[in-house]
């Protein structure tokens, strides 16, 4: 890895550190379960800060419309995967065991917490500034006033209405590709101003990520977890996580994408008697190539250099070994009996599978 990572991997290692943070002291606090066994059975699953952000928060005041879910949250969600998980009801229907019972949510259905969701509700309200106030602990408040001076300085220029966090499925792209334009007089100075640092994140890489995909045939999650980590040679598809700091499961799926554009081939390891290897073809190594060059070319011109010396101090190489960042990356929890990579990604991955930010 370069010594100095570029804007976007700053951001996305900033970002995924202050949401594993947060989910860490989630799970801390809440009554759940886990596939690995963790946690209390006959509880809910274990969410997460991207589902607070896209549905538990809007849903606090009242039950709304997926229609009105959508406006408020600025992007869709897994509505299907929170009703399942016991946190909401769809007109009126909770937990169906059967998949082929289970109503399809419309534009017009009616979303609500249940009991359940009201309790996550609860705990996720007041963590985001926790965690901003951790960080100011940790790194200096200085340190951390001048991050969201230079992020808000690049979100007030942004002229579209960004969510305040990262949509679900950033494999296939950010989930967001016609934003609508923002109304200045619902989202002045002093509103962006009470924005948490992790929103102020979110739109900043989200604004990069959009500028990146318009007319891309790949998203930037394939270009930056997928081809940058891979060559002509082939690495083992073992060594692809740690590689990338996305977690197994997700880079299957960065995987099979490539695959189907004609970008990778997964071939046995020459000489080995086991295991496959992922290959660049000449198309990925083009496409890479390409990628690469037009990231470089939408990254913001105005402050970007601030930005990148006020995430340096807090941010790192983004390696466990160089990145100040994980000193609150400790857990108890699941993590703690999953895979350890020591980098975080350099784009997050925010997956179905529950919203976490590194594809878990």
């Not at 017009?108 to 705990?123: C, D, K, N, W």
């Not at 045939?217 to 990338?244: C, E, F, K, Y």
Request: proline share 7%.
């Amino acid at each position: 890895m370069a010594q100095s990572l570029a804007l976007t991997a700053q951001l996305s290692a900033a970002l995924t550190a202050f949401t594993i943070e947060a989910d860490n002291q989630a799970e801390r606090r809440s009554e759940h379960h886990t596939t690995d066994g963790g946690g209390r059975r006959g509880s809910v699953w274990l969410t997460s800060l991207a589902m607070w952000f896209n549905c538990l928060r809007a849903l606090r005041d009242g039950p709304l419309t997926v229609a009105e879910l959508e406006r408020r949250a600025r992007m869709s969600t897994n509505l299907d995967g929170m009703r399942r998980w016991g946190y909401i009801t769809i007109d009126g229907t909770g937990r169906v065991v059967r998949r082929e019972t289970r109503p399809k949510p419309k534009p017009g259905s009616i979303l609500a917490l249940t009991e359940r969701g009201r309790a996550a509700a609860q705990v996720w309200a007041p963590l985001p500034e926790e965690i901003e106030r951790r960080w100011c602990d940790r790194f200096g408040a200085s340190s951390v006033q001048e991050l969201r001076a230079a992020l808000l300085a690049i979100v007030r220029r942004s002229p579209d209405a960004l969510p305040d966090f990262l949509p679900i499925g950033s494999v296939y792209g950010v989930g967001i590709a016609d934003p609508p334009p923002r109304d200045d007089d619902q989202d002045d100075d002093e509103d962006l101003t009470t924005l948490p640092l992790i929103s102020l994140l979110a739109r900043v890489l989200l604004a990069l990520a959009l500028d990146y995909e318009r007319d891309a045939r790949l998203a930037l999650a394939l270009q930056l977890n997928g081809l940058r980590v891979l060559d002509g040679d082939g690495v083992p598809l073992r060594d692809l996580p740690a590689r990338s700091g996305v977690a197994k499961a997700a880079m299957a799926m960065i995987v099979s994408r490539l695959e189907r554009v004609g970008c990778v081939v997964t071939e046995p390891i020459p000489g080995a008697t086991r295991g496959q290897q992922v290959r660049l073809t000449e198309r990925g190594e083009r496409a890479r190539a390409a990628g690469l060059a037009r990231l470089e070319r939408v990254q913001p011109r105005d402050g970007a250099p601030r930005l990148g010396a006020a995430l340096a101090p807090i941010v790192g190489d983004g390696t466990r070994a160089g990145s100040p960042l994980y000193a609150g990356l400790d857990s108890d929890g699941w993590r703690a009996r999953a895979p350890q990579p020591d980098l975080l990604p350099w784009f997050p991955m925010v997956l179905h599978r529950g919203g976490y930010p590194d594809g878990s």
